[in-house]
């Protein structure tokens, strides 16, 4: 047991003249405390260091048109995990897919798009997402229309708000599109998942009509407009500098 020196009480005595022991039992208390908050503290760090991966996740929502769309882009962007397809935006919980089509429950159809923000930035997944779809539009895109289909972002912070404006502000000045932005921005307050069958649908009708005529040209404009942020053009890449590499290898025996 360690010994506390009688020293404390002695120089605590002088201050005012009287030595409360109650005073001396608080101090004696919050001294000892301290290891305890320092090893906690760095048990914590330790912590969030033994899970480096779960810094590099990030969740965006965005709603533009029918959900298949956007989720068939997004999901060939380099840089991001996974792609859900789902609702969000409106008063009734856990809304079904033929609940959402009667408008009636101010739910949006959005996707929600995991992420790794050190490859690819919030502001960089915006201008994706404002491509990837006609932001002057109200209500409808292409053959879709009500409020379901609205173009919408849910905003998880102030930063991510931040980003919106910035890259709106952008649009503004380059006059990207040459009618007015109706995007709504709003707090995401809930995301519910769609059905699965709703889930990877181009990737599993590709053939269908409506993919091939809506979504397959919005996958040809994101790999045309964005080739640095495709996975697409990163395995090409990739592969080319591969071959290369071994190319260069079988024609240098002299360094063997």
């Known amino acids: 047991m360690k010994t506390i020196s009688t020293s404390i009480?002695?120089?605590?005595?002088?201050?005012?003249?009287?030595?409360?022991v109650s005073t001396l039992a608080t101090l004696i208390a919050l001294v000892l405390s301290l290891p305890t908050i320092s090893i906690c503290q760095a048990q914590e760090t330790t912590s969030k260091s033994r899970n480096p991966e779960e810094n590099k996740k990030a969740l965006a929502v965005f709603g533009g048109g029918c959900f298949w769309c956007l989720e068939a882009v997004f999901e060939r962007v380099w840089g991001v995990h996974a792609v859900v397809s789902g609702y969000s935006g409106g008063?009734?919980?856990?809304?079904?897919?033929?609940?959402?089509?009667?408008?009636?429950?101010?739910?949006?159809?959005?996707?929600?798009?995991?992420?790794?923000?050190?490859?690819?930035s919030y502001e960089e997944l915006l201008r994706i997402f404002f491509k990837s779809h006609d932001p002057t539009s109200l209500n409808a895109q292409g053959p879709d229309f009500g409020t379901?289909?609205?173009?919408?972002i849910f905003y998880k912070t102030q930063e991510e708000k931040a980003d919106i404006e910035t890259?709106?502000?952008?649009?503004?000045?380059?006059?990207?599109?040459?009618?007015?932005?109706?995007t709504e921005i709003s707090p995401l307050k809930i995301f519910y998942p769609a059905e699965d069958y709703h889930q990877d649908y181009f990737e599993k009708h590709p053939e269908k009509p409506y993919c091939e005529i809506n979504i397959l040209p919005k996958i040809g404009k994101f790999e045309?407009?964005?080739?640095?942020?495709?996975?697409?053009?990163?395995?090409?890449?990739?592969?080319?500098?591969?071959?290369?590499?071994?190319?260069?290898?079988?024609?240098s025996p002299q360094d063997k």
């Open 9 to 20: 009480p002695a120089k605590l005595s002088c201050i005012g003249g009287i030595f409360r």
């Open 91 to 120: 008063n009734l919980p856990n809304p079904s897919y033929e609940q959402v089509l009667t408008d009636q429950t101010g739910h949006a159809e959005v996707i929600q798009i995991e992420y790794d923000p050190t490859i690819v």
């Open 148 to 152: 379901r289909y609205r173009s919408v």
């Open 167 to 182: 890259v709106l502000e952008e649009f503004r000045k380059k006059k990207t599109f040459r009618g007015k932005i109706v």
């Open 224 to 251: 045309k407009g964005f080739k640095d942020n495709s996975k697409v053009q990163k395995a090409k890449a990739e592969k080319m500098q591969k071959s290369k590499k071994q190319k260069e290898a079988a024609g």
